[in-house]
C-alpha cells in the first residue's frame, strides 16, 4: 500500500521538501520508509528522521491527550467596516475579553497581565496610520470578566485617538497561573466573588454560547466582520439544519 503513496501525502511534506525527497528519487511512502535515516537526517534533520521512524513503526513523536494550560490568551478580530468612535472600539474589546476570560477559566487559570491593542488599516496608504497598544500589570490576578472588561476599557481610553479609521482590536492575556495556587495580597482590594461567572459560563455551557452575557457585549453591530460567505451551521444552528422536501 505504501509504495502507491506520493511522499507528499505525510504530514509535514510539503512542496519544496516533495522537491527535495524527489531528487534523491523518493517519489513514494515506502521509497522513504526504507531511505538510510543517517543519511535523511543528516540532510534534513532529525524531524526527518522521526517521520522515518514513525513509519517503521516507532513511537517518536509523543502525543498529548489533554492540551496543556495555555501561557498567554489572544482574541482578536478584524472589523467588517472601520470603526472610528471609541464606543464601538469598547463594545469589540468587552466582547475580545469575554471570550479570553471564558478560556481562561476552562483552564481554572488567573491573568496576571492585560494587554489592550487597537489597529489602523496598513494596507490602506491613503489613511494615516496608527497602532498603539497598552500593557497593564493587574493588582490582583483574575479571571473575572467584569475585572478585565473595566481594565481593557481604562487602557483603551489611554491609547484611544479620534481622527482614525481603526480596522482591528484586540487583547492579550499573560502572565497566566493555575487558580488553585493563587496567593493573595495583603493590601489589595477583596477579588470578585467567582459565582457570578461560575453561573455565567454554566448557563452558556447548556444553552449556547452568549445566551447570557455583559450589557456591552456585543451590542453595536458596526464592528462585527462581515460574514456574507460564511458557510451554513449545519451542525451546530437548528435553523441553519438542511432541510429535504
Same mark, same amino acid.
Given at each position: ?16 521538501? *516533495? ?8 517519489? *513514494? ?55 472610528? *468612535? ?124 452568549? *445566551? ?34
Amino acid at each position: 500500500m505504501l509504495k502507491n503513496i506520493p511522499v507528499e501525502e505525510i504530514w509535514g511534506v510539503g512542496r519544496r521538501l *516533495t522537491m527535495a525527497l524527489n531528487q534523491r528519487g523518493i517519489d *513514494t511512502v515506502l521509497q522513504l520508509r526504507d531511505a538510510d535515516v543517517a543519511a535523511m537526517r543528516q540532510g534534513f534533520g532529525v524531524v526527518m528522521e522521526k517521520t522515518i521512524r514513525e513509519l517503521r513503526g516507532e513511537a517518536c513523536i509523543e502525543l498529548e491527550e489533554v492540551a496543556p494550560p495555555k501561557k498567554q490568551i489572544v482574541n482578536s478580530r478584524s472589523f467588517g467596516h472601520a470603526v472610528t *468612535t471609541i464606543e464601538d472600539l469598547q463594545d469589540a474589546l468587552a466582547h475580545f475579553v469575554s471570550n479570553a476570560a471564558r478560556k481562561l477559566r476552562d483552564q481554572h487559570s488567573l491573568a496576571g497581565l492585560l494587554q489592550v491593542f487597537i489597529m489602523t488599516d496598513r494596507f490602506r496608504e491613503d489613511r494615516p496610520q496608527y497602532c498603539p497598544s497598552i500593557t497593564i500589570p493587574l493588582t490582583v490576578p483574575t479571571a473575572h470578566t467584569m475585572v478585565l472588561q473595566g481594565w481593557a476599557v481604562a487602557g483603551l481610553a489611554a491609547i484611544y485617538q479620534s481622527g482614525f479609521h481603526y480596522k482591528k482590536a484586540g487583547v492579550i492575556l499573560s502572565d497566566i497561573g493555575d487558580a488553585s495556587l493563587y496567593q493573595g495580597d495583603l493590601f489589595a482590594a477583596a477579588p470578585k466573588n467567582p459565582a457570578l461567572m461560575t453561573t455565567l459560563d454554566a448557563i452558556n455551557t447548556r444553552y449556547g454560547k452568549g *445566551t447570557l452575557k455583559l450589557s456591552q457585549d456585543s451590542s453595536r453591530p458596526s464592528w462585527k466582520m462581515r460574514q456574507e460567505r460564511k458557510s451554513p451551521e449545519y451542525t451546530t444552528n437548528w435553523d441553519e439544519l438542511p432541510v429535504c422536501e
